[in-house]
């Protein structure tokens, strides 16, 4: 048994002790948090940490197969200009060591579960090999040509019965990227067997100008990618809109069961949160800063989330759109943006609310006894992140 103790401990549910000491077995197992009467009384000196201790971190987004593309894209190029850059690069799959490092660095990083977005096989052997961190793979699948939704649905379920892990999803991509049938497949699918689901929405402005209006420079990029976008009918004219008339709310099971993770929201307004609020009950709004400063350099209306008191999570997207992978890099971006969330709000998006997103949170996410959270010493760190936190792993 050992037993450790810091200025702070974040406890990764909003709670935060104050030179409390925490016990835990050889496998990581938390046994007991201590008051400071409690281990002086019973004579136990602590490992003293000076500075925090949290949960390990849970990242949200991610993309393994993309991690052979670090530095491959410039910055700021916008969605559409970005999205022109990848497809050609997907053609060249990463390899399994490039995956490997990936994860590796990650474990560095004091991530210890990831959401992991797959369109291809690339990643699955390392997947299923390293069992460094927990890993929940979304299989996604998108295909905008409504004669393709068959073959699209059909590719996404092979790739889902081919990975061997019982923590994966079959997901739709994203607005702008998914017929309506294929929608309906996957969704159907999907809210049957109870998925998580992970969406990226709003990622560029330009989305909602396609459904809106049909123009833009995402309309454009469509138009000229398929020669002609007759096709392209969809039934509202927004893109949030669009998403809960094809999801299949069922009465027969609590909307609490269906977890949706909704990626980016770098452009959501608050009509468009609102009628997201209205119709999920465990909504999930993962953040990933670094990355939509890369690609689009902005960042979500963070403050407006703040006021409905929605479950934030936060992800590192992939190398292709993001210089390095780590949690603790993306909690800093947005508290330089944003200085008025407070470390132990932050340190909850990292920890909890994306174990609960990814219904982990019996193991992972809080510092809490029986769980096997991991704990990250937050070096430099009592109440705020400055440039000197880092991150050591402690179990
Ligand atoms: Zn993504």
Redesign the pocket.
């Known amino acids: 048994m050992q037993t450790i103790s810091a200025d702070y401990i974040y406890v990764g549910n909003g709670t935060v002790l104050k030179n409390y000491a925490i016990q835990y077995d050889e496998k990581g197992t938390i046994k007991a948090l201590l008051t400071p009467k409690e281990y002086t009384e019973r004579n136990i000196k602590p490992i003293f940490y000076p500075g925090a201790l949290c949960p390990g971190f849970i990242n949200a ?1 991610c ?1 393994l197969e993309l991690s052979h593309l670090k530095g491959k894209i410039h910055k700021h190029l916008g969605l559409n200009t970005f999205l022109d850059a990848l497809i050609p690069l997907q053609k060249y799959p990463p390899s399994e060591q490039e995956i490997a490092q990936a994860i590796l660095e990650m474990a560095k990083q004091g991530i210890v579960a990831i959401g992991d ?1 797959s369109n291809t096989k690339h990643s699955f052997r390392i997947k299923e090999k390293l069992s460094t961190i927990h890993i929940h793979t979304f299989i996604e699948s998108f295909g905008l040509h409504p004669d393709k939704a068959q073959e699209r649905f059909f590719q996404a379920l092979t790739l889902f019965h081919e990975l061997k892990s019982e923590h994966k999803s079959i997901t739709p991509h994203a607005p702008y990227s998914v017929s309506q049938p294929l929608l309906k497949d996957i969704l159907d699918y999907a809210c049957g067997e109870r998925h998580i689901l992970s969406y ?1 929405l709003l990622e560029s402005d330009t989305e909602r100008t396609l459904f809106e209006k049909k123009q833009g420079k995402m309309y454009e990029r469509l138009l000229e990618w398929f020669g002609d976008l007759s096709f392209f009918e969809p039934q509202t004219n927004n893109p949030v809109q669009e998403w809960i008339t094809h999801f299949p709310f069922d009465p027969a099971f609590p909307k609490s069961m269906l977890h949706v993770l909704f ?2 929201n770098t452009y959501l307004n608050e009509a468009e949160l609102r009628m997201i609020l209205e119709h999920f009950e465990k909504p999930y709004f993962v953040f ?1 800063p670094n ?1 939509n400063l890369y690609i689009e350099n902005r960042l979500p209306d963070v403050e407006m989330f703040l006021k409905y008191k929605v479950k934030i999570c936060i992800g590192t ?2 190398l292709a759109s993001n210089d390095e992978l780590s949690i603790l890099s993306e909690m800093r971006t947005l508290q330089d943006h944003f200085p008025s969330i407070d470390l132990n709000q932050l340190i909850s998006w990292a920890t909890l609310n994306g174990a609960e997103a990814l219904y982990i949170e019996d193991k992972f996410g809080s510092i809490e006894v029986n769980k096997q959270p991991g704990i990250l010493w937050l070096k430099d760190t009592t109440t705020h992140l400055t440039k000197h936190s880092v991150i050591q792993r402690i179990v």
């Open positions: 987004h993309h977005i990226h990626v980016h990933c990355a997207d992939s």
